[in-house]
C-alpha cells in the first residue's frame, strides 16, 4: 500500500487529469447532446490548436495566451463552417461518426506533414513551475488548466440554463418541431453551438501545447478516455462532464499508484463499458 | 375574419391526411372541430401552426398567408399551439417550458406579466416551477403546455385534444380554464374527440371525418344531426339496425 | 453461381504466381491486399450486412496475434497448429461480448461503434500488464514458417491468399441464403426483422463469430509476417479505421464491396510510399471516405451494379409475368386465437386489464376503441413485440406468451404496421420474399422468390416487384404490408389500421382482399378506426376502452351499447 502522501499526490495529479478531460470533453458533449452529431474530428482539432499554439510561440515568440486569442475565434469560425457542411448534407447521428473520423486523418495527416511525427515540447518558464500545499505539488499550469475547465464548465452550464438562447437549444435537443412552433430557430443555433464546442477545443489546445508533449498519435489516445467522460457525465451536460473528468482522473491515478500506470486505461474504459451495457438509456 | 381556411390539403411524405377542409374563426369565438380519431384533426391545427407545409388550399390568418411563412416565424403573429400529447420539453423544468413559450418578440418583453397571469390561472405550476415537466402528474402537464402557449400571448390558441387521457374531474377543470382564457379575450379553435364537451363550450364546430369537413354550424345544430353519429359509430341512423 | 466460378478460378490462377516466380515486392504487396481483403470482408459479415457498426475488429485481429505469438514464441507450438487456436480465441471473445451486447436493445448505432472501441482498449491494457505481452513485445523471429513455397514472401502470399478466398466465399454463402437476408433485415429494422420471423439474437451472434473468427486468423499469419509484435501496434486505431474505410467505400452491403475497397485502399497507400507521400496517402483515402459517405453512401460496388442494371432494368421489368403461381394457394392448418386475461403495463399506465378475445379460422374481428385504448399494445402483445405481464395467447394447441417474436411468427402469426415499416434496402418482391423465409412458410430462398411474385400479384402489385419501397405511394406500400403477412402463410393475420390514409377506391379494394384473405382460413383481427369498412367487414366487433373489453359482438349491437355511446360521444348521448 502507497503512503498517504503518495496517495494524496495522486489524488491531486487525478483531479488535474481529470481537468484536461473535462476540458476535451465539453464540446464533444455539447454537440452530441444538443446537436445529435459525434464528433471525432474534436480530438485532432485540439491538437491541431496545441501545435498552433506551439508554432505561434515557437516561430513567432507569440505569448500562449495571445496565441489562443487567435485561435479560439479562428476555430469558432471552423465549427461554424463544419456544421454548414454537417446541414447541407443532413449528416446524422451515425454517419457523423464516419464523416468526423475521415476528418481526424486528415487533420492529423496535416499535422504530421507540417510537424513530423517527431515530439515536440514547448518550453516555457511556466512549465516546471509548481504551488506547494502542505506535503503536496499542485503544478502551475495544469491548475490553470483544471479551473479553466470548471470555468467553462459552469459558464456553459448556467448559458444553457438561464439565457433564452440556452434554453431555445435545450428545447429544440428534446423536440425541434414543437421549439420550432414557439419561434425557435434552431438551424441558426446549431451554428453558434457547433462554433462554440470548436472553440473549447481551441482552449483545451493552447492547455495541451503548454502541459503536455506533442505527438500526432495523440488524438487517438485521448479518444476512449473523454468519450467515457462524456457519457458518464452526461450527453450535453457541461458540470456532468466535469464531475465524470474528475472521477476517471482520480480513478485512473490512483491506480496508476495502487497497482501500476499501465492499468489505468482499464478502469475508465471497465467504467464505460459497465455503462453502456447496465444504464444505455442514459445516452 | 381571424383564420381562413379554404380547400387546404396536406399530406406527411405521401401519405394524405387531409383531403379537403374548409372553415373560418372568427376574433373572439371559440370554434371546434370535432371528428373520430383519424380523421385528420391534429394534422389540421398542426399545420396552422406552421409544423406543417398544406400542400394545397389557402390559410389565412388575419389577412396574412401563413403559407409564405416561416415555421418558426407563424407564432409571431399571434398563433399558439398546444398540442396533442402536451409535447412538454420533459427534462426542462416547468418554467422553462413556459420562457420557451415567450421566447418571440413582444411575448418575450412582457415575459413578467404573462407569468404572473399563468401562475395565476395555474397556482399549482407556480409551486412546481422548478421541478422537471416530464416528472408532472397528465393534468398538470396540460396544464404547462396550455401555460406555455399562453406564454407567447396569441390572439389564436389551438387546443389540440386537451381532455385525452385525463380523469373527468380533470377534464372539468380544463374546460373551466378554457373558458377564463377566453373569456379574457382570446379566439379559441378546439379540436376535440369528446363531442359532448366540444359542442358545450362552442360558439360554431365543425365536423371533420376521414380528411374532409362534411358539416358545419351551432352546436345546437349538429347535435342533432345524425352526421355526427355516423361519423363515430357507423350507425347510418340514430336507432334501429340499417 | 457465375460468380462463385469466378471466384475459385481467380483464386486458382493467383495461387499459381508464385510459382511461376513472382518477384518478392509483389508478393508482400499482394499479401497486404488479400489481408485487407480478408479482414474487411470478415467486417462487413455483422457491421455491413447487419449495420452494427463495430470499431473493436482490432480487438479480434489482436486476440489472433496474441495468441500465435504466446503459442509458437512462448510455448513452442507449430504456427500451422497454432492458427485454429487463434480462431477459436477470437470467436469465443465475440460470443461473450455478443450474449451480453446483443441483448440490450439500445446498444446499436454508434454506441456499439464506441463500445467495442472501448473493449479494444480493455483487452490491449490486459496484454499489456499479464505475461502475454509485458509491455517490452513479442519477437516471433525464431519461429520456423512452414514452406508452402520456396520463398516465405510467397508463403505469406499464399496463406492471405487461401484466407481471403475462404472470406469472400463465405461472404458470398452468406450474403444469398437465408443468414444473409435476416442479417440484412436486421440492418434496415430489427424490430420487424424479429416479428416477420427472423431469429435476430442468434443470427447476429452467428455473423459476429464468424467474423471475428475470421479476423483472428488474419491476425495470426500477420504476427507471424511481422515477427515482432508491440500492444500499441496491433491494437491500434489502424484496423478498425482501414476495415470501415474499405467497406464503406466498397459498399459494406455486398460481398465483393469491402475486398474491391481493400484493393483500392491498399493500391493507394503503396502508391504513396516513403515519409511524407505516405502522409498526403493517408490524408487523400480519408478525404475519399468524407466524400463516398456524403455522397454515395451505398459505396462503390452497389452504386455500379445499379447503373449497371438501370440499363438492362427495362428488360428485367418485363419478365416479371403476371402468374399466379400454385404456391400462394398454400395454407397452414387453420387454428383459433385466444387471448386469456392479457395485462400489460408501461411504467405506471395500465394499457391492457385483462383484455380476451378468440378469432376462429376465417373468422374476422375488429378491434376498436378510442386513442390510447390498447389496441396496439394488444396486437404487439399477440405478435410477441411486447411481453404479457399476465394472462396467456393461445394459438390452436400452442401457447404464444413467452416465445421470442420470432417463434411466434413461425408458428403463424403475422402482422402490418399502422405506418408501413418496410426494409427500406429491399426491393418489394425480396420484402415479401423474406416473409417467405421466414414465417410459417419457411421457404427456401428460391422458392420464397416465387412465393413472393404470387403475393404480389395478388395485392396487385405484380408490375412493381423490383421498385424499391421508397419509390412506392402509401397504398402501395400499405398492399406491400398485406403481401408480406401473407406471404408468411398465417394462420392467424393482425391488421393494425390497414385503410387509414387510403382513398375510397382503395378503400374498396383493400376491403375486398381482407374478404379474400379470410376465404383462405385465415384468423383476422384487425383495428379501424373507419367505421364503415368495420361494419362491413367484421363478424363480430371487440370495443376496448382504457385497456378494457366493454362490448363484444355483432357489429351493430356491439357499437351500440350504452357504454360504448358514451365513450365515443360522452354521456348526453346515453339518452
Known sequence: MPSLTL????????????????????????????????????????????????????????????????????????????????????????????????????LESLIQWFWTADYRRYETPWASASIRVGPLFVPTLELLACLTAATLAVATWAWLRFTYVGKALRAAAEDPAMAGAFGVNHRAHAFVLSGISAAYAGVAGAFIALISTLAPAQIWAWLGTVFAVVIIGGLGNPVGALLAGFLIGVSESVTMAVAAPAWAPLVSFSILIGLLVLRPERV | MLLEVRRLAIAYGDAPAVWDATLEVDAGEVVSVIGPNGAGKSTLVNTIAGLHRARSGELRFAGLDLGAVAPHLVCRHGIALVPEGRRLFARMSVEENLDIGCYRGEARRARRETLDRVYHLFPILSERRRQAAGSLSGGQQQMAAIGRALMARPRLLLLDEPSLGLAPAVVDHMFEIIRAIHAEGVTILLVEQNVVRALEIADRAYVLEEGRVVAGGAPAVLREQTRIQEAYLGLRDGGGPS | MRQAIGLLAAGLILAMLPLVGLPAFYESFLYLVFHWVALATSWSLLSGYAGYFSFGHGAFFGAGMYTVATLTAGLGAPFLAALPVAAVVATLLSLGIGAVVFRVKRLRGELFGLLTLAITFVLATIVLNTRLDGGPGVYLSNVPLPRLVASPTGT?????????????????????????????????????????????????????????????????????????????????????????????????????????????????????????????????????????????????????????????????????????????????????????????????????????????????????????????????????????????????????????????????????????????????????????????????????????????????????????????????????????????????ILLDEVLSGLNPGEIASAVHLIRQIRERGVAILFVEHLMRAVLELSDRVVVLNEGEVIAAGGPREAMRAARVIEVYLGKAHVA
Open chain 3, 156 to 492: 505469406f502470399y499464399l496463406l492471405a491468399l487461401g484466407l481471403a478466398v475462404l472470406t469472400l466465399a463465405a461472404a458470398y454463402t452468406i450474403t444469398s441464403s437465408r443468414l444473409g437476408l435476416g442479417l440484412f433485415a436486421i440492418h434496415d429494422d430489427e424490430d420487424v426483422a424479429e416479428v416477420e420471423g427472423v431469429p435476430t439474437f442468434a443470427y447476429k451472434l452467428v455473423a459476429f463469430a464468424l467474423s471475428a473468427g475470421i479476423a483472428g486468423v488474419a491476425g495470426g499469419i500477420h504476427a507471424m509476417y511481422v515477427s515482432y509484435l508491440t500492444v500499441p501496434d496491433t491494437f491500434s486505431i489502424t484496423v478498425p479505421l482501414y476495415v470501415v474505410l474499405m467497406s464503406v467505400l466498397g459498399g459494406a452491403r455486398h460481398w465483393l464491396g469491402p475486398a474491391v475497397g481493400a484493393a483500392l485502399i491498399t493500391a493507394s497507400l503503396y502508391a504513396f510510399t516513403g515519409g511524407q507521400q505516405a502522409i498526403l496517402g493517408r490524408a487523400v483515402v480519408a478525404f475519399v471516405l468524407i466524400l463516398i459517405v456524403l455522397l454515395l453512401p451505398e459505396g462503390l460496388v452497389p452504386a455500379v451494379l445499379r447503373r449497371a442494371r438501370g440499363q438492362r432494368g427495362r428488360a428485367a421489368d418485363v419478365a416479371v409475368a403476371p402468374i399466379l403461381a400454385a404456391a400462394g394457394a398454400r395454407t397452414e392448418a387453420p387454428a383459433t386465437l385466444d387471448c386469456r386475461d392479457v395485462w400489460r403495463a408501461f411504467g405506471g399506465i395500465q394499457a391492457l386489464r385483462g383484455v380476451s378475445l378468440s378469432v376462429a379460422p376465417g373468422e374476422i374481428v375488429a378491434l376498436v376503441g378510442p386513442n390510447g385504448s390498447g389496441k396496439t399494445t394488444l396486437i404487439n402483445v399477440i405478435s410477441g413485440h411486447h411481453a404479457a405481464d399476465r394472462g396467456r395467447v393461445e394459438l390452436g394447441a400452442a401457447t404464444l406468451t413467452g416465445r421470442p417474436a420470432h417463434e411466434i411468427a413461425g408458428l403463424g402469426v403475422s402482422r402490418t404496421y399502422q405506418i408501413p415499416r418496410p426494409f427500406a434496402h429491399f426491393s418489394a418482391l425480396d420484402n415479401v420474399a423474406l416473409a417467405a423465409t421466414f414465417g410459417s412458410a419457411r421457404c427456401a430462398p428460391a422458392e420464397a422468390r416465387a412465393e413472393a411474385r404470387a403475393w404480389l400479384e395478388f395485392t396487385g402489385l405484380g408490375r412493381r416487384a423490383a421498385a424499391l419501397p421508397h419509390e412506392l405511394n402509401l397504398h402501395e406500400r400499405k398492399f406491400l404490408e398485406l403481401a408480406r403477412a401473407l406471404a408468411g402463410r398465417p394462420r392467424v
Open chain 1, 7 to 106: 496517495l494524496g499526490q495522486s489524488v491531486v495529479s487525478g483531479l488535474l487529469a481529470g481537468g484536461l478531460y473535462a476540458l476535451l470533453a465539453l464540446g464533444l458533449s455539447l454537440s452530441w447532446g444538443l446537436l445529435r452529431l459525434v464528433n471525432l474530428s474534436h480530438f485532432a482539432l485540439a491538437l491541431l490548436g496545441a501545435y498552433l499554439t506551439y508554432q505561434l510561440g515557437h516561430a513567432f515568440h507569440l505569448a500562449p495566451w495571445l496565441a489562443a486569442g487567435l485561435i479560439v475565434p479562428a476555430f469558432f469560425a471552423l465549427g461554424v463552417v463544419l456544421h454548414v457542411v454537417f446541414a447541407r448534407f443532413r449528416v446524422t447521428e451515425f454517419t457523423s461518426l464516419l464523416v468526423t473520423f475521415g476528418l481526424a486523418v486528415i
